[in-house]
């Protein structure tokens, strides 16, 4: 078992309700659940490894992959979808050159989308590292990635 | 410390900043503020009162509600009335500090309105202005007025004045109050507020919980993030009456994780009210004990059901289960357990600082009090607001909301979200209460008000709203797993131009199953959207069915783009951008689109340069 896992347990008393805080926190500081991370955590809460598959693949929170350095989540709420979040998701996917749900090959960009951010007075809007970016068009998109994204 | 010397210490702090003698800007730096840049706006106030040498507060506050008008700031000069600004900069705040705090000049052209003791002729009151007017808020009181994260802000504004009336009461007749307000749930479906507790406070048992639903899952809406991002101790406030009056100990906040900066507001809040022994063990010496964990969401639209929350707090996947028993006879760990939404807790925290007959004196006889909603969509004034219920939809969308931007026609409006149906334009005059809107086919839900104009195709919003439904769909019970999958595959078909009439019926009879037969909330009325638009809009679906056209130009096997002849200049700007390589023509040519090729993305429209608009999209496709 990795370190950080360790100190990472050490803030919980390894009850099964505390998975998904748990899964939370793991998740938080590698970026991501690993297999092995995963196994390390049914192990320490004594519950089957299929327990906390089944809780990680439930939520939308959980990716199983490595994401982006610019982690990108798109919304897909109503509002923004009124207001052209499809069109925006598509040039990002043009720009990037990567799909949603995908993290590019050196794991610089990553595009997810989530159901509503929140800011939907603003729409259509995407958060960069959770930074929120609001009132887009496609040429606002052109213009946040030509600046590399800062 | 008792409270009265809380209220006394925290009067005085806040009198010495609205009404003392240093000059003082509130920058409303929420969600929304901050998307529009608020922090920015912040630093540079600071740095240039700095500069300039005067004495001056910098206060973050929450979001007053006029999200359209961000970054939103008010200014406080001694002896004058809080003037409050819209879109404020960095540059505007560095000149502000200049005009307005050293030589006392209003901004005229970015004044929104002032809040003076004595109205002025001069300055517009910001209570009058259109987008106010009609509007009354209780539970958004502070928010926009108040520091959040300041505790004192909150007692000074009769906070935690409702949990001391509490502890004068029997829970008994806390409950009592509760009823005679008349208010009911504010999460979606509208239950008196007062029975539910009623049921918990007879269930057997010793220990019960009470779960605050923070889970906000509408797409659309964000009410209950405002309320926690601008005055958190309110939901505290009503999360502390109703364990009270239940006869709870412990309580939980199910907050969804896409919140951040709304989880680190009530973190700190939650850490403030315990240190002044307004939360925790022997509350405000009373022998009562209360404590609030936060449990944050892992994204999923169904944890916002009853039973599948309780779930999910205890550690497992999301899923439902059947009802009875219900919740407050056994709900988490098998316990009487009451779930609340964030504004019915804020409501109960205002009628029990104030008194029930305050709280009712607003709305219908069937609905009381007031309602917060998100405005949002195609409608000029986007934001919250807060109104009296019975008001009509109308005077929602035209009267505070502005109308529709840029001279569009109207066309519907979405409530509800995913659970909720559309209003059409013939329906304006509803009057927005719970028993009006179930009898439009649609439902009061959280407060999400999506409104849409010609440009919205509600063919495409009924598949839309499905989609969103059959991909939160928990997979547990048949009807909504695969009934979803299926009216989805048949809307896909009818926006593609591959449905047939018969589809229609199809949809409306595996709607209606779908209603009967599902589980939980969400497949009980996952249909709903697609049946009010059916109800409402039928002539749309036709139109894609039959004529295999999409009037609003949205579906886009419906619609194609074509180069006007007479306004191509050739300047090649769209050859270039066009994914497929559809468009062939040489420099300071006439341009064409080779409509075999052309994946209809727009691409070609969004670049072709204003002062030429050469390239249409038009409804149907090019024969
Ligand atoms: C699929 C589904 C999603 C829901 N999402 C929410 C939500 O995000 N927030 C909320 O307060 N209630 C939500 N509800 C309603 C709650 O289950 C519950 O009725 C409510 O929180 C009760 O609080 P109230 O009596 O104060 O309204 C949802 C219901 C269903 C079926
Ligand atoms: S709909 Fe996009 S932020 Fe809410």
């Known amino acids: 078992m990795c370190e950080c896992l360790e100190t990472i347990f050490k803030k919980f008393k390894g009850k099964e309700e505390e998975l998904i805080p748990l899964l939370q926190s793991v998740q938080e500081e590698a970026g991501f659940l690993s297999e092995s991370a995963m196994r390390d955590i049914a192990k320490f809460l004594r519950i089957p490894q299929s327990k906390v598959h089944g809780v990680a693949t439930f939520y939308a929170q959980f990716r199983f992959k490595p994401k982006g350095r610019k982690h990108i989540m798109l919304c897909r709420g109503t509002a923004c979808h009124v207001k052209g979040a499809p069109r925006i998701l598509e040039e990002i996917e043009n720009h990037l050159e ?3 749900g995908e993290t590019s090959a050196d794991l610089e960009h990553s595009i997810e989308s989530v159901a509503c951010i929140g800011a939907c007075s603003l729409a259509p809007c995407i958060t960069v590292n959770n930074k929120v970016h609001a009132d887009l068009t496609p040429q606002k998109i052109e213009a946040l990635f030509n600046k590399r994204m800062n | 410390m008792d409270l009265n010397n809380l209220v006394a210490e925290a009067t005085k702090e806040w009198k010495e900043l609205i009404k003392g003698d240093t000059p003082a800007v509130f920058v409303g730096n929420a969600t929304c503020g901050r998307s529009a840049g608020s922090m920015d706006v912040i630093e540079a106030f600071q740095q240039e009162i700095e500069k300039q040498h005067i004495e001056c507060n910098v206060v973050e506050v929450g979001c007053i509600g006029l999200c359209y008008l961000e970054p939103l700031v008010m200014v406080y000069k001694p002896g004058a009335p809080l003037v409050c600004y819209r879109n404020i900069g960095t540059k505007e705040a560095t000149a502000l500090v200049d005009s307005h705090l050293i030589k006392d000049t209003i901004n005229q052209e970015r004044l929104i309105g002032v809040i003076s003791d004595t109205p002025q002729a001069a300055l517009p009151e910001l209570k009058d202005i259109p987008v106010m007017k009609p509007q009354v808020r209780l539970v958004l009181q502070n928010c926009g007025h108040i520091d959040p994260n300041n505790l004192n802000h909150y007692i000074a504004n009769k906070g935690y004045s409702g949990v001391a009336k509490m502890l004068t009461l029997q829970p008994e007749d806390v409950i009592e ?44 809406a964000f009410m209950n993030r405002s309320l926690l991002e601008g005055d958190p101790h309110s939901l505290l406030e009503g999360m502390i009456i109703a364990a009270y009056a239940i006869g709870a100990s412990t309580g939980y906040i199910y907050c969804r994780a896409e919140y951040p900066l709304a989880l680190v507001r009530l973190r700190l809040a939650i850490q403030q009210a315990e240190e ?20 944050e969401g892992a994204g999923a639209f169904v944890c916002g059901e009853e039973t599948a929350l309780i779930a999910s707090i205890e550690g497992s996947r999301g899923m439902p289960r059947p009802r009875p028993p219900f919740p407050a006879i056994a709900g988490l760990w098998g316990k009487p357990t009451i779930i609340n939404n964030v504004e019915t807790l804020a409501s109960v925290a205002r009628i029990m600082q104030n008194d029930p007959a305050w709280f009712s004196q607003y709305g219908t006889e069937m609905s009381k009090g007031t309602k917060t909603f998100a405005l949002v969509g195609k409608v000029q004034n986007t934001g919250l607001i807060e109104v009296p219920l019975g008001i009509s939809l109308k005077e929602i969308i035209f009267d505070i909301g502005g109308g529709v931007p840029n001279n569009k026609k109207f066309k519907a409006v979405q409530t509800g979200g995913p659970s909720g149906g559309c209003i059409p334009a013939h329906l304006l005059d509803i009057a927005m209460d719970y028993d009006s809107l179930a009898q439009a086919g649609t439902i009061m839900g959280s407060g999400g008000l999506v409104v849409m104009d010609e440009d919205t195709c509600m063919v495409d919003v009924a598949r839309y709203f499905l989609d969103f439904a059959q991909k939160e769909s928990c997979g547990e019970c048949a009807p909504c797993r695969l009934g979803t999958k299926q009216m989805l595959d048949i809307l896909e078909d009818i926006t593609s131009g591959k449905g047939t009439i018969e589809d229609i019926e199809l949809l409306e009879s595996m709607g209606d199953g779908i209603k009967k037969g599902s589980l939980c909330g969400l497949g009980q009325t996952a249909p709903n959207p697609v049946l009010t638009t059916l109800r409402y809009f039928r002539n ?7 004529n295999k056209k999409c009037t609003a130009k949205v579906c ?7 180069i006007l002849p007479d306004k191509c200049t050739g300047c090649h700007i769209c050859f270039k951008a066009c994914p497929t390589n559809a468009i062939s023509g040489t ?11 052309c994946i209809k993305c727009g691409m070609c429209l969004d670049k072709c340069p204003v002062k030429f608009n050469a390239i249409e999209c038009y409804a149907g496709n090019k024969i």
Do not use: M, V
């Open chain 1, 98 to 100: 990567i799909k949603e």
């Open chain 2, 177 to 220: 109050r509760i009823k005679e307000s008349g208010l009911r749930g504010r999460g979606g479906a509208g239950f008196p507020t007062w029975r539910k507790w009623q049921f918990c406070r007879d269930a057997k048992g010793t220990s019960k919980y009470l779960i605050c639903n923070a889970d906000e899952g509408d797409p659309g």
């Open chain 2, 276 to 295: 002044q022994k307004l939360l925790g063990d022997d509350i405000l010496g009373s022998g009562f004990n209360f404590h609030i964990k936060i449990k």
């Open chain 2, 540 to 546: 749309e679906y036709e139109d894609h069915i039959i």
């Open chain 2, 556 to 562: 886009r096997d419906l619609k194609y783009y074509d």
């Open chain 2, 587 to 597: 420099a300071k040519q006439l341009h064409q689109i080779d409509q075999s090729l």
